[in-house]
Nanobody, 121 residues
């Protein structure tokens, strides 16, 4: 089970940190990631981090503004979002998969509930 938190309302240029806590004892076996979905749009990949945390991946839309990290000791993955823009407004979802889905053109197998992020202009 994946439990996301940390969403909220922030002004453009501000920052938010999302957290996603996973239950179970196999967290370190999963590649973790974040997606987002804005109203009327498809779900969009935002960030991913490998099992050890040694490698991350971002789309161009958030590269340089967002960072992803994880604590395998605490079963938690984080998404630090800086320099937020109104177009970052969406419901953010954390996700997990044993494989690096983004390398094979696939999607994660496991999803958490979303947390709303709203960026005002």
């Amino acid at each position: 089970q994946l439990q996301a938190s940390g969403g909220g309302l922030v002004q453009a240029g501000g920052s938010l940190r999302l957290s996603c806590e996973a239950s179970g004892r196999t967290f370190r076996s999963y590649v973790m990631g974040w997606f987002r979905q804005a109203p009327g749009k498809e779900r969009e990949f935002v960030a991913a981090i490998t099992r050890s945390g040694g490698s991350t991946d971002f789309p161009d839309s958030v590269e340089g503004r967002f960072t992803i990290s994880r604590s395998n000791a605490n079963n938690t993955v984080y998404l630090q979002m800086n320099s937020l823009k109104p177009e970052d407004t969406a419901v953010y979802y954390c996700a997990a998969d044993p494989l690096a889905w983004y390398n094979i053109g696939s999607y994660p197998s496991y999803w958490g509930q979303g947390t709303q992020v709203t960026v005002s202009s």
